[in-house]
């Protein structure tokens, strides 16, 4: 396979903050989504597809061929479109093979069932540590890097790294790992798998928020700025005092606003749950669960 550069051609999503991506091979007409969005009404308990769209009519504008559909993890922030855009434009939707951890523990939280399976089987491959695929004539290398969540995985593919939750812009840090199955402890040594890649490699980001006193929203970075600058790992800090300060801070947030639909819709591979007896579609609100 072709060492080329890829094209990274970025869309974010203000209503929840999200940073999806198109990765396209420059020598042919393949291309992947990372990290697609479904618009969600929470109040209203209303999709719909605006964000998904603008990446269809993107694709089909320059006559692109959709191969791959990736999740970096189960979101807790925002919906995948992921089934939708497999519906319109083909593609296959992949993900981490520990989202089967992913879906024991959510499982049982929102109480899905027996018919709910909890293998990872509703994608269409499962990604494990060191595999590799194909988007046209660039190869995707898959890290583990749990820790926000058990099922987090980076994307590397040339000079780039797709790397989910795991940092933020280095003005912001780093995820929580809170989260059922999440781990400070792996988080850190994750994020050290992705420090250990070329200073140059541009790190792409599933979140941005905006740290007190910047202006723009930014979801690029490299491994350079962040080794030098990330205000929770930058500069060598120790496993023992990231661990320490991001459980001390983990203990302090809420939880985020969209977290209940997105799991349950999320762990499913983007589809929503079975329909009940009168036909409708539910979100189940667990009470004093999470």
Request: glycine share 8%; with cysteine; hydrophobic share 40%.
């Amino acid at each position: 396979m072709s060492a080329s550069a890829p094209e990274v051609h970025s869309y974010f999503d203000e209503a929840t903050n999200t940073a999806c991506y198109i990765l396209k091979d420059p020598n042919s007409s393949s291309c992947a989504i990372i990290d697609s969005v479904l618009d969600f009404d929470m109040a209203a308990g209303r999709t719909h597809t605006a964000h998904a769209d603008m990446l269809i009519s993107e694709i089909r504008k320059n006559d692109w061929s959709l191969e791959w559909i990736v999740e970096t993890h189960v979101h807790a922030d925002h919906l995948s479109a992921a089934p939708y855009l497999a519906r319109e434009l083909g593609g296959k939707i992949a993900i981490g093979s520990n989202i089967d951890a992913v879906q024991k523990v959510f499982g049982k939280v929102f109480n899905a069932g027996t018919e709910f399976q909890m293998d990872g089987s509703q994608f269409d491959r499962l990604l494990d540590d060191g595999d590799r695929f194909d988007v046209g004539g660039l190869e995707v290398s898959v890290i583990h890097t749990p820790g926000h969540t058990p099922a987090c995985v980076t994307y590397v593919v040339g000079d780039a790294a797709f790397i989910g939750d795991t940092l933020f812009m280095p003005d912001f840090g780093t995820a929580r790992a809170d989260f059922p199955g999440g781990s400070a402890t792996d988080l850190y040594k994750s994020i050290q798998k992705i420090l250990s890649l070329p200073d140059e490699t541009r790190l792409f980001l599933c979140h941005d928020y905006k740290a007190p006193g910047r202006d723009e929203f930014c979801w690029q970075t490299t491994v350079a700025e962040q080794k030098a600058r990330n205000i929770h790992v930058g500069g060598g800090k120790t496993e023992e005092e990231f661990v320490s300060f991001r459980t001390e801070r983990d203990a302090q947030l809420g939880m985020p606003k969209l977290i209940i639909p997105s799991i349950q819709v999320n762990m499913r591979a983007g589809q929503m749950p079975p329909a009940e007896d009168d036909g409708g579609v539910y979100l189940k609100v667990p009470i004093n669960r999470l």
